[in-house]
């Protein structure tokens, strides 16, 4: 049956009679009709609104603005007649961030979590009241599991807070707020109106480049010139996502009780429970705790810099933990190296592309600098099969450059079925028994794939 045979005009008239339809619409006496959405919300008004729910700041930000041109359209996809982006910041407290006891911080992490999204939540209601449309992504999770490992969140937040003026990104890739540092949380509200008067970045950086963040790192993650996404991945984030895939394939791969405790320590069954029955514990987050940025925040450091390393930077350097490492990665040779004292664990399969799309997206987040000492090459990749795709990696001076189609003459030419590829990528089938069933092609010196290999994550 055809949607326009059960949707007949006689049913038409009869929905558009109906009592509600009509109270909705204003017709029917003694209900108040929904008042449209107002073209433009007074800037100073909206602000206290948010503040009287429980913001700390907050910003607006325009639907059109370029600082939202990568992640536009996913969220009119989502929220359509958007027009609005408000972005909100909640304050933390120092002294919980900086506890070298994590669940005291991790406590202080969920908590200001929850507070965003009830803030927004209430603003939300809020606006409704005034017939204005408005819809709060998760401050942090749920998230959109379903497209994992690719882009699981609705909203990029911290960009959208960087444009409303509620700060800049520092070095450690947090947004660091003028009087509160980076001691925030940011959420942010998609509303249907216009607002009358637009935020602006802040014109200065709060960022002091004190370099604490560097040096407080467990596994080498922030650097001046770039960050390693899958070290801070792989070791701040054990108890999310891939880590906790990680510890469900343990699990599975152990052939009794004896075999599995051999693998994993108790101490690390009991806080994958802990992080179940309660919420993901962040294993370091520690470049939030030893920064200093911040109007409200700096005095500590600025009347005693020795002393503020003493109490909030060497505690976090000197503990005794495990930090989680991929096997051969910067990161584990940054721990063996720099904090001896701490004890190396292994990681596996934390970040495996199920796409051709998101290997190629995911190179230049993954890829490991420190292994690539002495590559220099350039690789043609073409995809055949399901997926098909060609692009060029570029791997010199321990920087990966990586661009569709081919360009320029390559040193390695490496032709392989898309599913193959990743059927490879995921460790199912070795790169030989691929290679003898001519599903992966190579020509060139074949010693290049392995060093291209070497520069990634195992």
């Known amino acids: 049956m055809q949607v326009t045979e059960i949707w007949s005009a006689p049913l038409a008239r009869n929905f558009d009679n109906?009592?509600?339809?009509?109270?909705?619409?204003?017709?029917?006496?003694?209900?108040?009709?929904?008042?449209?959405?107002p073209r433009t919300l007074d800037a100073?008004?909206?602000?206290?609104?948010?503040?009287e729910a429980g913001a700390d700041d907050v910003g607006f930000v325009a639907i059109g603005r370029s600082e939202l041109n990568d992640q536009r359209a996913d969220i009119l996809a989502f929220a359509p007649g958007t027009r609005t982006l408000i972005s909100i910041a909640c304050r933390m407290a120092e002294p919980a961030?900086?506890?070298?006891?994590?669940?005291?911080?991790?406590?202080?992490?969920?908590?200001?979590?929850?507070?965003?999204?009830?803030v927004a939540r209430l603003i939300g209601a809020k606006l409704a009241l005034r017939g204005v449309r408005a819809l709060h992504p998760p401050a942090g999770f749920p998230m959109e599991m379903a497209t994992f490992p690719g882009k699981v969140w609705l909203v990029s937040h911290k960009p959208v807070a960087v444009a409303a003026g509620?700060?800049?990104?520092?070095?450690?890739?947090?947004?660091?707020?003028?009087?509160?540092?980076?001691?925030?949380?940011?959420?942010t509200i998609l509303i249907d109106a216009e607002v009358s008067r637009a935020s602006t970045p802040v014109d200065y950086n709060p960022c002091v480049e004190c370099k604490l963040c560097i040096a407080a790192c467990p596994v080498g993650a922030i650097a001046d010139d770039g960050f390693n996404f899958a070290s801070?991945?792989?070791?701040?984030?054990?108890?999310?996502?891939?880590?906790?895939?990680?510890?469900?394939?343990?699990?599975?791969?152990?052939?009794?009780?004896?075999?599995?405790?051999?693998?994993?320590?108790?101490?690390?069954?009991?806080?994958?429970?802990?992080?179940?029955?309660?919420?993901?514990?962040?294993?370091?987050?520690?470049?939030l705790a030893v920064c200093p940025a911040g109007e409200d925040?700096?005095?500590?450091?600025?009347?005693?810099?020795?002393?503020?390393i003493r109490d909030v930077v060497r505690p976090l350097q000197q503990k005794r933990e495990s930090i989680y490492v991929s096997p051969g990665?910067?990161?584990?040779?940054?721990?063996?190296?720099?904090?001896?004292?701490?004890t190396i664990r292994h990681a596996r399969g934390v970040l495996r592309p199920t796409s051709i799309a998101g290997f190629i997206?995911?190179?230049?987040?993954?890829?490991?600098?420190?292994?690539?000492?002495?590559?220099?090459?350039?690789?043609?990749?073409?995809?055949?099969?399901?997926?098909?795709?060609?692009?060029t990696v570029t791997i010199a001076n321990q920087r990966i450059e990586v661009r569709d189609g081919h360009v320029g003459e390559p040193s390695l030419r490496v032709a392989a079925d898309a599913r193959a590829w990743l059927r490879m990528l995921r460790g199912d089938r070795s790169i030989v028994w691929e290679l003898l069933a001519r599903r992966i092609r190579l020509k060139g010196d074949p010693r290049l794939l392995i060093r291209f290999g070497k520069c990634f994550p195992k």
């Open 18 to 37: 109906h009592p509600t339809v009509q109270a909705i619409r204003g017709r029917s006496s003694g209900h108040a009709p929904v008042p449209p959405s």
């Open 44 to 51: 100073d008004e909206l602000r206290a609104v948010c503040l």
């Open 97 to 118: 961030v900086r506890a070298s006891a994590r669940s005291v911080a991790n406590l202080e992490f969920h908590e200001t979590t929850d507070h965003v999204n009830h």
């Open 166 to 187: 509620l700060g800049q990104m520092g070095l450690h890739r947090n947004v660091i707020h003028p009087r509160f540092g980076s001691f925030i949380l940011l959420g």
């Open 232 to 287: 801070c991945y792989t070791h701040n984030y054990r108890e999310f996502m891939g880590g906790f895939t990680d510890w469900v394939e343990r699990v599975a791969d152990s052939g009794s009780a004896r075999a599995y405790r051999a693998d994993v320590t108790d101490a690390e069954t009991v806080s994958m429970w802990q992080s179940l029955a309660f919420g993901p514990s962040y294993k370091a987050a520690y470049c």
């Open 297 to 308: 925040v700096m005095s500590p450091f600025l009347s005693d810099k020795p002393g503020f």
């Open 329 to 342: 990665s910067d990161a584990e040779a940054h721990v063996a190296k720099r904090y001896p004292h701490k």
């Open 361 to 391: 997206a995911g190179m230049q987040h993954v890829f490991q600098p420190g292994q690539s000492k002495g590559v220099s090459a350039v690789y043609h990749f073409t995809f055949t099969g399901n997926e098909q795709a060609q692009c």
